[in-house]
């Protein structure tokens, strides 16, 4: 999942030919999350070069019901699915069935290569077309249940907001679908990329996919012990060090106080935030070949190249090195 676009003088610009991706319609298909789809992936763009080439495709035919009352009248478009490079699908009602010919629809798109992107319950469309046999997938809490009793030959993860492979990545709840989308657009043309898409939608900063879903209650309005401001401090000065002492002055709680807030609001440990933190920024840091490994360590908090690779293994299974040598060998592809 590491993956990227590329940089070249003014004067010989790249000619970056934008990824297919097809946004899946049908009857009773929730508008929210094929808006957040919409938002995403038909209005990116490098400057003035569009990244994605989207376009609606339908796979039932005549007159369709969509959430809101609206309606439209479409012909499936069975035999086009396999000519696109993301395929997503925005939440399958959870009781549906899926019919042969969009079963072997998909399973063809597959086949040739193409991925998928799931919102919230669209990943029971690819498990009832068989598509999810040793993959890693996930689903809104509501339907965990239910996706665990059906989809026996998948992991299912029961808290992320998004989980998957190179092929299938499927996300939570409605809204951790704009972190999923997100997280694709960084894959595919860096984390600059993404945070211009964030930034127009105003969206929060990146969520890695193992943060927690759900709080177990609501959290109160912000008060004096909110986190939030305070982490976007810790964020602007992660080269220096947070010892728990440090983090718990600066939210103005005790100790004990801070891991509990941090447990119930993040769902980690503030060490674990911190790490999840400096690793996220490092990852931006290395998308620029202009940085050496000391320096990204130092600006990323960890002091050491060792530190750093210490952590990237243990977090992302894959060294700096490693993962700077991807992303500029797909941007040099690109």
Same mark, same amino acid.
């Given at each position: 999942m590491?993956?990227?676009?590329?940089?070249?003088?003014?004067?010989?610009?790249?000619k970056v030919t934008p990824k297919k991706v097809a946004i899946l319609i049908y009857d009773q298909?929730?508008?929210?999350?094929?808006?957040?789809?919409?938002?995403?992936?038909?209005?990116?763009?490098?400057?003035?070069?569009p990244l994605y080439q989207c376009e609606t495709v339908p796979i039932e035919s005549g007159d369709l019901q969509l959430a809101g009352g609206l309606q439209t009248s479409c012909q499936a478009q069975f035999d086009r699915l396999s000519t696109f490079d993301?395929?997503?699908?925005?939440?399958w009602p959870p009781h549906k069935s899926v019919s042969p010919e969009i079963t072997n629809a998909l399973q063809a798109a597959m086949h040739t290569g193409a991925r998928f992107m799931t919102i919230c319950s669209g990943i029971f469309l690819l498990v009832r077309a068989g598509l999810t046999h040793g993959k890693t997938i996930t689903t809104h809490w509501q339907y965990i249940d239910q996706l665990a009793t059906e989809a026996t030959t998948a992991?299912?993860?029961?808290?992320?907001?998004?989980c998957g492979d190179a092929q299938i990545m499927s996300s939570a709840g409605s809204a951790a679908g704009f972190d999923l989308?997100? +997280? %694709? &657009?960084?894959?595919?043309?860096?984390?600059?990329e993404?945070?211009?898409?964030?930034?127009?939608?105003?969206?929060?900063?990146?969520?890695?996919?193992?943060q927690k879903q759900f709080v177990p209650r609501p959290i109160a309005h912000p008060q004096k012990g909110s986190l939030a401001k305070y982490l976007d401090q810790v964020r602007q000065k992660l080269d220096e060090p947070w010892p728990i002492k440090k983090l718990a002055n600066l939210c103005h709680m005790s100790e004990r106080t801070l891991m509990r807030?941090?447990? +119930? %609001? &993040?769902?980690l440990s503030p060490s674990q935030w911190l790490n999840q933190e400096r690793i996220y920024f490092a990852r931006s840091l290395l998308e620029k070949d202009h940085f050496t490994m000391d320096e990204i360590a130092q600006k990323a908090g960890f002091n050491t190249p060792e530190t750093m690779r210490?952590?990237?293994?243990?977090?992302?299974?894959?060294?700096?090195?490693?993962?700077?040598n991807q992303f500029l060998a797909i941007k040099k592809d690109g």
């Open positions: 590491n993956q990227i676009s590329s940089i070249q003088s003014p004067a010989t610009p790249r298909l929730c508008t929210f999350e094929y808006g957040i789809a919409v938002e995403i992936f038909d209005t990116v763009q490098s400057k003035t070069v993301l395929i997503i699908v925005p939440g992991q299912v993860e029961e808290n992320v907001l998004y989308g997100l +997280e %694709i &657009v960084r894959q595919d043309f860096g984390t600059q993404a945070n211009r898409v964030a930034q127009r939608l105003v969206l929060p900063a990146h969520r890695e996919g193992g807030r941090f447990q +119930e %609001i &993040v769902g210490h952590h990237f293994r243990t977090q992302l299974n894959i060294s700096p090195a490693h993962y700077r």
